[in-house]
């Protein structure tokens, strides 16, 4: 009777410990919808209030950020586009251009200001369809504003990708605005099969793993050699993806590969 009242009483004192771990479970898979708040005084309930604590802290956080990005990317559209219609009014064809390129590069900052929102806040992939590479690269090389003797496409015909289109097209954008604006000879090379794309280009190899360059705001000793959000942006959205992002550099060649792409293709790749 001892021991099957002992095993009882000890199984009611663990059993908070128990749906505290099952909270934390769902915690470390971004679920901030956890209830885990306890009217006791012993330690199991302390750990509990003050896990709980954390995490309402942590969302607070998380949705101030939100609020706060959204509303400076809505503030700034408002002044350009208003810029862009008072561009057209320009005579100077010119100084018309250059100041159109602004705003587009301006429009391009939001957008992925936008792309950073959606993913660090734990939306994750809304529009997941089955799009072609071909179109995918082609509204990349688009919105990089860049020539396209620039860029050398070697592809998989009728490649077929499941993904978020405008997620994924951002990702091409930089890893090819950042392969051309550090390459010796001012190309990349786009090579994808049914596993791998990579983006080659000419230069020096990386002084730091590729790691250090994915995080954000990453600089090297001499500042106009930042890779600021571009590579941090494309990581996320490649791990949104489920996919790898690597580096590798070979016989003067820099390899920027996004990695197990056969993840996303769909059946109908290779009916095509």
């Known amino acids: 009777i001892i021991i099957i009242t002992g095993y009882i009483l000890t199984i009611r004192k663990i059993k908070p410990l128990r749906k505290l771990k099952r909270e934390m479970d769902k915690f470390a898979k971004g679920d901030l919808n956890i ?14 209030n003050s896990f709980q604590n954390a995490v309402n802290q942590i969302d607070k956080l998380i949705k101030s950020r939100q609020l ?14 208003k810029g862009r219609i008072s ?13 159109i390129k602004v705003f587009e590069k301006l429009e391009l900052l939001i957008n992925e200001f936008a792309s950073i929102e959606q993913i660090t806040s734990g939306e994750g992939l809304i529009n997941v369809k089955p799009y072609r590479l071909s179109d995918i690269i082609d509204e990349a090389i688009d919105l990089s504003m860049i020539h396209t003797n620039q860029i050398d496409i070697n592809i998989e015909k009728n490649l077929l990708l499941n993904v978020d289109f405008r997620l994924f097209t951002t990702a091409i954008k930089n ?34 793993s590729l790691e250090h360059y994915t995080e954000p705001f990453t600089q090297n000793n001499i500042s106009h050699k ?31 590969n996004f990695e197990n792409i056969s993840k996303l293709t769909t059946s109908q790749t290779l009916k095509a």
């Open 35 to 48: 209830s885990c708040a306890s009217d006791g005084e012993d330690e199991i309930s302390q750990v509990s």
């Open 68 to 81: 706060f990005l959204r509303n400076i990317m809505h503030e700034l559209k408002t002044p350009i586009t």
């Open 87 to 99: 561009v057209e009014m320009i005579d100077n064809p010119k100084q018309k251009q250059r100041l």
């Open 175 to 208: 890893v090819l605005d950042n392969g051309i604006k550090y390459s010796i000879d001012k190309k990349v090379i786009v090579q994808a099969t049914y596993d791998k794309i990579s983006f080659i280009s000419q230069g020096s190899p990386l002084q730091d």
């Open 226 to 256: 930042s890779f600021g959000l571009g590579l941090y942006i494309v990581k996320n959205i490649l791990k949104a993806h489920k996919l790898e992002f690597t580096y590798e550099h070979k016989d003067s060649y820099n390899y920027f």
